[in-house]
């Protein structure tokens, strides 16, 4: 057993074919006016909320009912407990951040009533007890019972590492060692409908040693494509993992089965599993993503659609999907140290999961447009309520992904104000980032040793900036600094050597391969990591849908600290079409329709922060004239 | 019980409602190049074809096996049987119009194999027979017990109606007195999950008098909306029929249902159920329905979307919606004479309904996209076969959709080639049609009469013809002549006397409305009644979502006589854009993406014959700059 006081999130420290390994959450202090005070509210608003909302809607009630202290009927769906779960994760980032004596004493509520129900055989699951007893593993499709299992032991785990309370640990020992019993290599056969515990197990392992664990994960992720769970592409069933090529089914599912792969890749280095991630992740990123990082476009199955299925209004993009794409890439990073996962990382973090949350920390997105016609707001909960507590445990693990170490040294993954304490070779080293990221791209990092040592510090140059500059010491890097890699400065630090990063941050007219055809001739507007969109309260005399952006635009990016809790909005003139004489109907003949168009200004605010003040009509894709006007003058 | 000889597809002609009464398809001849062709095809390929698949596929065999004949399982799907009546049906317009040995010979093998399985109960479906008797009636909402008792049922009347053979007419009367002995006031409550027996209900009260049937077809639209089959908006039942406002549910149970509303309405006057339909049709027409007269675009539930709704390559709009679509429209032109229900009749009849079949008369569309990457093709058959058999009998039934009588004289609907006799005020009428419709405007009507009467001429003017004219006897009619209506010609006809219609057709760039935002941007191509769009095949060296129309393109049209049996199609010049430095990525920054523009020459063929040459995209919404490049000299 592994020292309680890691409090690493994946803990790659030992994982052989890992080449980044992790720093503890605690040794990382957010100091910064966009982080900090969004950790803060999830610390004190949502997490209480979610706490409330457990109770409410008989979460807490179940476990209970299970361990025989309550009568009453189950309430809710199948997979409930899931979310108690996810919330223990939350909490355990959270305490190993900051104390917090509300959420210490709210925890250590939840533990025993959750340690109460587990069956002498290792069995814990409050919605197959009583009447349901027998139906145990008998729907291993359909019923989440792996799932929820996973999630059990990933809190376990959590609250294990944060707080050395190893209770919920040896429960979740317990409940592996029952399914290690009922399933593998010459047992019965099966994979989970919902993936999820394949991960879970990795990191059990990680935290045990005990190999059999490691042998579970494999055992789920050999076992697919068999047809156990139907076989249908929904459940990524459909094919053997290392053989398939497109990303597909259920976002999801797909994606926390790809987190699992490669958990399990990062201690076997198997090749042929890399291979497999390494055309999964091509195939995802480069058809099947919105620019917001957000993926999983199709309704139908919370699915992943087509090559290029992105529509903008009827996005499905699931919360837990963009929240799932940050956990899959941040694995790709831990093996490979590219860079190219970062920046899917972040795109998806500040516009993909930043978005399903609202500015007071208590409302949710589960479906998430990129165009909406006003009607679509969050909730407080959902009857599905993945999404929430799958928000927390991301927020509130994420200093444990600003820095990673090497062997050659120390790692910058994602910038903002903030003190973190890494031990490079034994040696404390406090590294002092101060930044207004992600609205301005100057970082002024400072480096605290306590003597003389050579490392490398790996910094991360963002894929999108066009003119990065680095200033050592106040002396700038000879040679050109590439972007969409890390870039290695070696040397021999000194205390107090300082590390300029300046990465300007242009407005970009980003425009999307002409094959997803919804988008051509459009533009989405992005200034750094920031995706942006308009917004009607911001724009209140312009129908958004016929706003069209000249070839080159005047721009003005501009510093609101008090709109929407400080935001960088984006100002520019535009052209609107008025079209007249245009009945209800929805088919008309061009030549008898007539329209005036005129000059208007406008306002495009982060895409993370719409839909917080009144209702209206959003689009991120805004239509462009930039091809279509060339025609005229090169005709 | 009415005379044999009546042969109407929908019989109005004792509709108290009503105010357009039918004339008999054998009636109505037509000769011309465009429709007469496919009607052959449909004869002589299609429906043997389709027989022959019945058979392979164990449609018959079913039939067989329930009458004790043959042992062995049911085969397919619990509602195959409805597909068999569809071909009878379809087989009884045909051999209205035509007689055909080969046809007549086979339905009359497929008769008696119905008949024998009728219980002495009147019941009769072949899946619930042996191990399932006892599960009759117990799933009224997903098991299609009274939606495969109505296509019986409409495949009865039509036999009876056009061979004068009453057997299977007895044998459908009996299921119907059947359901009545279950359902009904003061029996069981039920409505059926998939609307379709209300209609035939309907059918059944005009053609043997008797007003239980009537009062059953009321009886299953009166219930909806109580939860009878789940109170889902896809079933049609979340709300009553009166309340609804909005067109929703799956696309073909709610036009069914909407035609059985229609042909109640059309007995009982019920002023609720019209204002019910008109807000349902305005809905449908304004907001959910596709240029080709395609509905139903959602692919969740085969369903209707939300408001603009309409995605071009993710498009469901399955067949039978469409074909759907001209059957309630023909009912809603039967109340009303109004042409705004005969436009969309004919825009789904050439456009959304055509389509669905190759031009070879075997193989169909079941998913309808406006906009394909080259994958999609049509198939032989399915597995759901409900498209097929309902395709062959729309086209057979055809020509019964082309006049109609009401009190003041006949209206002449549609256009091509054909000879008709009709009786007005008991003297026979004969009408000749000469044109090359839809190809070409012109229509020259002559009228034969056996002495002079005073009746009136209805000629519909359709929406899309902008500068209609009229020559009475070569004079041309004083007046202006509106579109969009019927232009009512009364006089003291005389034998011999001409009409001219001229409807000029020009080729016209269609515009959605810009709530129908993934079209903002785009036109499509019509030419009277024809929608148009771009296959790879004629245009091989373009990238068809990188052509751009001018604002002002140079189109022509040109008659094709050995292109896909015949064609006009479009020619004209636009513009490709081809991006350079475009790697594969999905998402650029327009700063960093170069492109080049060069003009191009395209064709463009009619929708309804694309996919019957080699494989290759297609699309119908066609970029332009229209709107965009007006920025520049407006700026």
């Known amino acids: 057993m592994k020292n309680a006081s890691t409090g690493f999130v994946v803990d790659t420290s030992k994982s052989p074919y890992a080449k980044l390994f992790p720093i503890p959450i605690k040794n990382v202090q957010i100091i910064d006016e966009f982080w900090a005070p969004r950790l803060k509210i999830v610390r004190e608003v949502t997490l209480p909320s979610q706490y409330r909302l457990c109770e409410k809607t008989g979460r807490f009630a179940n476990f ?25 994760e939350a909490v355990a980032y959270s305490l190993a951040g900051v104390h917090d004596n509300v959420l210490l004493n709210l925890v250590q509520i939840v533990i025993p009533l959750i340690m109460a129900v587990q069956d002498k055989d290792g069995y814990l699951n409050t919605y197959f007890t009583f009447e349901r007893r027998n139906e145990r593993w008998t729907n291993l499709k359909d019923m989440h019972e792996l799932y929820c299992a996973g999630h059990l032991i990933q809190a376990a785990i959590s609250y294990y590492r944060f707080t050395g309370d190893r209770r ?34 990795v990191e059990l392992y990680r935290t045990t040693g005990k190999e059999e664990y490691l042998d579970m994960a494999r055992f789920f992720i050999d076992n697919r494509g068999k047809g156990l769970v139907g076989g249908s592409a929904y459940h990524i069933d459909h094919r053997p993992f290392r053989e398939l090529t497109e990303i597909a089914g259920h976002a999801v599912r797909s994606i ?6 490669t958990d399990v890749y990062m201690e076997t ?15 995802m990123t480069n058809r099947k993503m919105y620019i917001t990082g957000g993926v999983g476009s199709r309704h139908e199955g919370e699915a992943f659609g087509e090559d290029y299925e992105l529509p903008n209004v009827r996005a499905y993009a699931e919360t837990c999907a963009a929240i799932a794409n940050v956990m899959w890439n941040w694995r790709m990073l831990l093996i490979s140290g590219d860079a190219k996962f970062t920046d899917v990382l972040e795109l998806a973090l500040y516009n993909g999961v930043l978005s399903r949350i609202s500015l007071d920390g208590q409302q949710y997105f589960y479906v998430n447009p990129l165009e909406d016609n006003g009607h679509h707001k969050r909730q407080n909960w959902f009857e599905c309520a993945c999404c929430p507590p799958n928000i927390a445990r991301l927020l509130t693990s994420l200093p444990g992904y600003f820095y990673s170490l090497s062997k050659k040294g120390v790692w910058v993954h994602l910038y903002a104000s903030n003190i973190a304490n890494v031990v490079v070779d034994g040696m404390n080293v406090t590294i ?5 990221y992600p609205w301005e791209g100057d970082v002024d990092l400072v480096m605290r040793l306590e003597k003389m040592a050579a490392f490398s510090l790996f910094l991360r140059i963002p894929n999108w900036c066009q003119k990065p500059l680095i200033l050592m010491n106040g002396i700038e890097l000879s040679g050109p600094i590439k972007r969409g890699c890390y870039v290695e400065i070696h040397r021999l630090w000194e205390d107090g050597d300082t590390v300029h990063v300046s990465m300007p941050m242009f407005i970009e007219q980003i425009i999307a391969n002409s094959n997803l055809i919804e988008n051509n001739d459009k533009v989405a507007l992005k200034r750094g990591p920031i995706v942006y969109c308009i917004e009607q309260v911001d724009n209140p005399n312009i129908d958004l849908k016929n706003l069209i952006l000249p070839a080159e635009p005047v721009l003005e990016a501009k510093w609101k600290p008090d709109l929407l809790n400080g935001v960088v909005v984006i100002e520019g003139e535009a052209f609107l079409i008025e079209p007249i004489e245009q009945n209800d109907n929805l088919y008309f003949s061009l030549s008898e329709t007539k329209t005036k168009i005129r000059s208007v200004k406008f306002t495009a605010i982060p895409y993370f922060t719409w839909a917080n003040r009144e209702q209206g009509p959003m689009k991120v894709w805004i239509r462009s004239s930039t091809f279509l006007s060339s025609i005229n003058w090169k005709n």
Chains 1, 2 share one sequence.
């Open 64 to 88: 209970r009912r299970a361990a025989g202290k309550e009568h009453c009927n189950f309430q809710g769906l199948f997979f409930n407990d899931s979310d108690v779960y996810k919330w223990i």
């Open 432 to 436: 002092t980032q101060k930044t207004r």
């Open 168 to 201: 919920l640990l040896d429960v979740a020992c317990r409940v592996a060692d029952h399914i290690g019993r009922f399933f593998g290599a010459g047992k019965r056969l099966g994979v989970p409908g919902h993936p999820e515990v394949e991960m879970a197990l």
């Open 269 to 283: 280095g198997e090749k042929a599993l890399l291979d497999a991630l390494t055309k999964l992740w091509s195939n």
């Open 256 to 261: 926390y089965l790809n987190c699992g792969a």
